[in-house]
């Protein structure tokens, strides 16, 4: 995919901080997190702990992408992205859409906001800057 351009006219750009339970036990991270989403439907979604990016993941058309670290883990594929990242999820859900099944979205006092899926035990929590 090509590298996207946020400075281009239609993308809206969101900044905030976050806590991400991982699945599977991992130990929870806090860290920065961007998402810009633009007039057509595309995003790109980035959390990151200063120097280093945890994850990333962008839908662009009907292409989808997501890499966690440097590279360490890596897919990409056509039409709708898989329903098991937190990443893909959590536009959807911003944007008045019910996240796929099994993930369950709750919004927050103050302006926060909660994806979690019960099932595997990853959650993302967090909250946007104003």
């Given at each position: 995919?090509?590298?996207?351009?946020?400075?281009?006219?239609?993308?809206?750009a969101q900044q905030g901080q976050a806590l991400w339970q991982p699945?599977?036990?991992?130990p929870e991270m806090a860290?920065?997190?961007l998402l810009a989403t633009n007039v057509n439907g595309d995003f790109f979604i980035q959390f990151t702990k200063t120097p280093f990016t945890i994850a990333t993941a962008e839908v662009s058309g009907a292409q989808w992408q997501i890499q966690f670290g440097a590279r360490e883990y890596h897919r990409s594929g056509r039409g709708a992205p898989p329903l098991g990242f937190v990443w893909f999820e959590l536009p959807r859900a911003l944007g008045g859409l019910p996240p796929g099944a099994p993930w369950k979205?709750?919004?927050r006092p103050g302006g926060g906001?909660?994806?979690?899926?019960?099932?595997g035990g990853e959650s993302l929590e967090g909250r946007f800057f104003p």
């Open positions: 995919m090509a590298p996207v351009d946020l400075a281009q006219p239609g993308w809206r699945p599977r036990h991992r860290g920065d997190l979205w709750e919004r906001w909660r994806l979690e899926n019960p099932r």
